[in-house]
C-alpha cells in the first residue's frame, strides 16, 4: 500500500533563505510523485511532479524536487524563500498511473521578513 | 489541461439535511474522485467515481452516506447525507488526464454543519 510521510507539520524560514520540505514515500512499484500547495481558502495547485526519466523536477514559482529511489524521497526545494509561498505544501503519491492518489500530512510553510 | 469547478462553493446546513455537490469537468477525464479535507488536515480520499455504475469508496467511507454519481465523462455528484457538526469539511473532486499523470482538482466546497 502507498503512504506518504511528510517531515515537520511546520516549516518556518526567513526570506531569502532555503526552503526545504521533506517528503518520504512508501510504494511497492515505482511511484508518480507529486507537490501540491494550497494557499489559504483556495484549492490545490500543482507544483511540480515526477513520473519517469529525470529525477531532478523543476516546477512553477522556482520550486523543484529530487526523485530519490534509493532514499524513497520527494523532497521539495526552492533556494530563496519569498514571502508570497507561505502556505500548505502537500506531497503525494499513487501507483496506478496517477489514478488515485494518497496525500501526505502537509507542511506548513511560514516565511518570516 | 482541464478546469474543473464545483458548486456550491460553500454552504451552511443544518444537521440531519444532505447536500449535492456537483463537479464538471471541461474535458473528459478518465478517472474522476472525491476527497474530504477535514480543518487544518490533509486530503482524504472518499472513493472513486465510476461512470455508469457505483462508486468504488475507500475504507472508511460508505455509500449511504456518501452517494455519487457519474452520469457522463465530465460530470459527477457527491451527496453527503444525514449531515452532523462532524461532517464540517471541504469537498473536493478531481480528475484525472487520459495520460495518468495528472490530477486536475476543483476549487472545494466549504460545508459547515450547524
Known amino acids: 500500500a502507498q503512504s506518504v510521510t511528510q517531515l515537520g507539520s511546520h516549516v518556518s524560514v526567513s526570506e531569502g533563505a532555503l526552503v526545504l520540505l521533506r517528503c518520504n514515500y512508501s510504494s511497492s512499484v515505482p511511484p508518480y510523485l507529486f507537490w501540491y500547495v494550497q494557499y489559504p481558502n483556495q484549492g490545490l495547485q500543482l507544483l511540480l511532479k515526477y513520473t519517469t526519466g529525470a529525477t531532478l523536477v523543476k516546477g512553477i514559482n522556482g520550486f523543484e524536487a529530487e526523485f530519490k529511489k534509493s532514499e524513497t524521497s520527494f523532497h521539495l526545494t526552492k533556494p530563496s524563500a519569498h514571502m508570497s509561498d507561505a502556505a500548505e505544501y502537500f506531497c503525494a503519491v499513487s501507483e496506478d498511473g496517477g489514478f488515485k492518489t494518497i496525500f501526505g500530512a502537509g507542511t506548513r510553510l511560514f516565511v518570516k521578513a | 489541461s482541464a478546469v474543473i469547478s464545483q458548486k456550491p462553493s460553500r454552504d451552511i446546513c443544518q444537521r440531519g439535511t444532505s447536500l449535492t455537490i456537483q463537479c464538471q469537468v471541461d474535458s473528459q477525464v478518465t478517472m474522476m474522485f472525491w476527497y474530504r479535507q477535514q480543518p487544518g488536515q490533509s486530503l482524504t480520499l472518499i472513493a472513486t467515481?465510476?461512470?455508469?455504475?457505483?462508486?468504488?469508496?475507500e475504507s472508511g467511507f460508505v455509500i449511504d452516506k456518501f452517494p455519487i454519481s457519474r452520469p457522463n465523462l465530465t460530470f459527477s455528484t457527491l451527496t453527503v447525507s444525514n449531515l452532523s457538526p462532524e461532517d464540517s469539511s471541504i469537498y473536493l473532486c478531481s480528475g484525472g488526464d487520459q495520460t495518468g499523470e495528472t490530477q486536475y482538482f476543483g476549487p472545494g466546497t466549504r460545508l459547515l454543519v450547524l
Open positions: 467515481a465510476n461512470q455508469g455504475s457505483e462508486a468504488t469508496y
